[in-house]
């Protein structure tokens, strides 16, 4: 099946950095990627939709100017937390999909910001 | 607003008896369904796909759709302890950029 790596798995930083997460798929094309972002005992939540070489759609309420996504080619996006502050501490996740419907999710990064 | 519906459980079965999980959803156009299965503190992983009305049969996993019901249903035969987990229904938007919504989960727990 279809793999997806992201980078790190986990990341503890202070409050007021900004911390940058890859999200790559490694063997297939990814015409768009997603992130998510889940809250302990809740639901997934859709940030943000990129296609490759175009600008991020940001769902309502997520602040494009914190959350920066760059899907620079068709096996790389990067999703940086600027300015991260405790409440951003969650567990972010990235997924893939070709030109089909499926979505593969990566492993997840976990974001616990002091 | 586009819905998908899933009991929150916990859904509590027997080691080898059949787990259910339901999902319907608010859409009558929607074409994609998926199951995902989470672990906790684990992002999700695909079980299957479904697009046809019907049943499809993947080992020990079944998923039923009847989309004039808008319904979508996984079926685990001869369940086991370690397919406990939270088991995600994703329904794609229509359109070919369309997003996944995904239900709230279903937390299923089988006991040995």
């Known amino acids: 099946g279809a793999v997806v790596s992201q980078h790190p798995s986990r990341v503890i930083c202070k409050s007021g950095t900004s911390v940058k997460i890859e999200c790559r798929s490694l063997?297939?094309?990814?015409?768009?990627m997603f992130w998510y972002r889940q809250f302990p005992k809740q639901s997934l939540m859709l940030m943000a939709t990129?296609?490759?070489?175009?600008?991020?759609?940001?769902e309502q309420g997520v602040e494009k100017d914190k959350f920066l996504i760059n899907h620079a080619s068709l096996t790389l996006s990067t999703l940086t937390v600027t300015s991260a502050h405790p409440e951003d501490s969650s567990f972010y996740i990235c997924?893939?999909?070709?030109?089909?419907?499926?979505?593969?999710f990566g492993p997840g990064t976990r974001l616990t910001v002091l | 607003q586009k819905e998908v519906e899933q009991n929150s459980g916990p859904l509590s079965v027997p080691e080898g008896a059949i787990a259910s999980l339901n999902c319907t959803y608010s859409?009558?156009?929607?074409?994609?369904f998926f199951w995902y299965r989470q672990y906790s503190g684990k992002s999700p992983e695909l079980i299957m796909s479904?697009?046809?009305?019907g049943d499809k049969e993947d080992g020990r996993f079944t998923a039923q759709l009847n989309k004039a019901s808008q319904y979508v249903s996984l079926l685990i035969r001869d369940s086991q302890p370690s397919d406990s987990a939270t088991y995600l229904c994703?329904?794609?938007?229509?359109?070919?950029?369309?997003?996944?919504?995904f239900g709230k989960g279903t937390k299923l727990s089988v006991k040995p």
């Open positions: 997924s893939a999909r070709q030109s089909t419907d499926t979505q593969y």
């Open positions: 063997d297939f094309q990814a015409t768009t």
């Open positions: 990129s296609n490759e070489g175009s600008k991020a759609t940001y």
């Open positions: 859409d009558r156009g929607s074409q994609s």
């Open positions: 479904i697009y046809s009305n």
């Open positions: 994703a329904v794609k938007e229509r359109g070919s950029q369309g997003n996944l919504i």
